[in-house]
């Protein structure tokens, strides 16, 4: 299974303040997520980006959240002015160009806001 | 409003018996896909069903689909310990997205 891998792995921060998560891609797959599951719960969607460009994102996803591949690699989830309530592990996920594949989960960033 | 619904949500089995898990869901979808979750650790892909009829069996487990009736199985067959995870259904909603249930909690007691 390919691996995907996310940085960093734990991050403690003040409310209100900016996290920026990162995520390295798979170098052939084009299809990129980020979800997040707060402890014990549901895995949500937060977004979904393809081509550079968001494809789809939920209700979740509000003016606080940003996704870009600043570089062409790295994929990140930015958070601009953290709450309490942002507190979670957050996955990216991606999927290859086949489109009959399943999505690959990284490792996760625990999000601890203070 | 898209509606994945798994259950049981909490499971609690002996060894060596075999039970069920189910998913259901309220869109058109002929994909879906079965995640194992440890504790404490990401979401590892067990199962992906691509079509009506779909049976897929790695060891103790075994997945199926029923796109008539928005409907997969997870069956457990002589539950062992290292079982002993959370179960999420996850359904492919087109543009490669898919949505997740909430998680089916198993615990697999000695």
């Known amino acids: 299974e390919p691996e995907v891998t996310q940085t960093p792995s734990h991050q403690v921060t003040q409310m209100g303040q900016e996290v920026i998560l990162r995520c390295v891609p798979i170098?052939?797959?084009?299809?990129f997520y980020w979800y997040r599951q707060i402890l014990g719960q549901k895995v949500e969607f937060l977004v979904s980006?393809?081509?550079?460009?968001?494809?789809?994102k939920s209700e979740i996803f509000d003016d606080q959240f940003s996704v870009e591949r600043p570089d062409g690699s790295n994929f990140t989830l930015k958070i601009r002015s953290t709450k309490l309530e942002d507190s979670a592990m957050y996955f990216c996920?991606?999927?290859?160009?086949?489109?009959?594949?399943?999505?690959?989960f990284g490792p996760g960033t625990r999000l601890l806001v203070l | 409003e898209l509606k994945v619904e798994q259950n049981p949500l909490f499971l609690s089995m002996q060894e060596g018996k075999n039970y069920t898990i189910y998913c259901n869901y309220s869109?058109?979808?002929?994909?879906l896909y079965w995640y194992r979750q440890d504790p404490g650790k990401s979401l590892e892909s067990l199962f992906v069903?691509?079509?009506?009829?779909a049976v897929k069996q790695e060891g103790r487990l075994m997945a199926s689909l029923d796109t008539k009736a928005r409907l997969s199985t997870l069956h457990i067959t002589a539950a062992v310990h290292d079982l002993s995870a959370t179960y999420f259904c996850?359904?492919?909603?087109?543009?490669?997205?898919?949505?997740f249930g909430a998680g089916t909690r198993l615990t697999v007691k000695p």
């Open positions: 170098s052939n797959h084009l299809y």
């Open positions: 069903l691509l079509s009506n009829g």
């Open positions: 996850a359904v492919d909603i087109g543009d490669n997205d898919m949505r």
């Open positions: 869109t058109t979808s002929d994909r």
């Open positions: 980006f393809y081509n550079n460009e968001i494809s789809e």
């Open positions: 996920a991606h999927k290859g160009p086949g489109g009959r594949e399943t999505q690959y």
